[in-house]
T-cell receptor, first 113, second 115 residues
Framework: AQSVTQPDIHITVSEGASLELRCNYS??????LFWYVQSPGQGLQLLLK??????LVQGIKGFEAEFKRSQSSFNLRKPSVHWSDAAEYFC???????????FGAGTILRVKS | KAGVTQTPRYLIKTRGQQVTLSCSPI?????VSWYQQTPGQGLQFLFE???????NKGNFPGRFSGRQFSNSRSEMNVSTLELGDSALYLC??????????????FGEGSRLTVL
């Protein structure tokens, strides 16, 4: 069955520092991969997506992610974190059985000044 | 373009009662998915409706049900509420099936507290 693992439940980085959030997936074929962000009290917002082609994808808010098939990973990166980036980040893979999206457990990002 | 609208935003119920939550998708979107979010379980998929038909269902008991209307608006119902049903219920819309397009647009959620 398809699955998504986000190994880090919490991550704390200093404002201005670089960020990498990890995502590993299990999928039988070429997956569709996504990163979503959820700010406190809000719904989820799509940051970026990978369907095919260039393995480095750019998203909104200065985020990027790299698809590495050999490592079954789709890590999210940002070169310089801002305090407003503090939120929970979810990795997702699809389509799974029945065309569902499967979400990871999320990583909570804290930004310290 | 208006986003996904969920009502009510907050509600408090007691055990045994039932609740209905509403979701209005983005205009033109035909798919509505529902998720339950709790601190312990994360995002759990409830069901997805596309063109008034349930296309996918998660592993929730029959107390959880939903429907979609011809204008794509969706409702979910939880009967015989239990304390463990306290959660943020998120609705998401997409143009096509969620797993095909992947680009879900989420509402802000309905926070249900069961006492």
């Amino acid at each position: 069955a398809q699955s998504v693992t986000q190994p880090d439940i919490h991550i704390t980085v200093s404002e201005g520092a670089s960020l990498e959030l990890r995502c590993n997936y299990s999928y039988g074929a070429t997956p569709y991969l996504f990163w979503y962000v959820q700010s406190p009290g809000q719904g989820l917002q799509l940051l970026l997506k990978y369907f095919s082609g260039d393995t480095l994808v750019q998203g909104i808010k200065g985020f990027e992610a790299e698809f590495k098939r050999s490592q079954s990973s789709f890590n999210l990166r940002k070169p310089s974190v801002h305090w407003s980036d503090a939120a929970e980040y979810f990795c997702a893979v699809g389509p799974s059985y029945g065309n569902k999206l499967v979400f990871g457990a999320g990583t909570i990002l804290r930004v310290k000044s | 373009k208006a986003g996904v609208t969920q009502t009510p935003r907050y509600l408090i119920k007691t055990r045994g009662q039932q609740v209905t939550l509403s979701c209005s998708p983005i205009s033109g979107h035909r798919s509505v998915s529902w998720y339950q979010q709790t601190p312990g379980q994360g995002l759990q998929f409830l069901f997805e409706y596309f063109s008034e038909t349930q296309r996918n269902k998660g592993n929730f008991p029959g107390r959880f049900s939903g429907r979609q209307f011809s204008n794509s608006r969706s409702e979910m119902n939880v009967s015989t509420l239990e304390l463990g049903d306290s959660a943020l219920y998120l609705c998401a819309s997409s143009q096509g099936l969620a797993g095909e397009s992947g680009e879900l647009f989420f509402g802000e959620g309905s926070r249900l507290t069961v006492l």
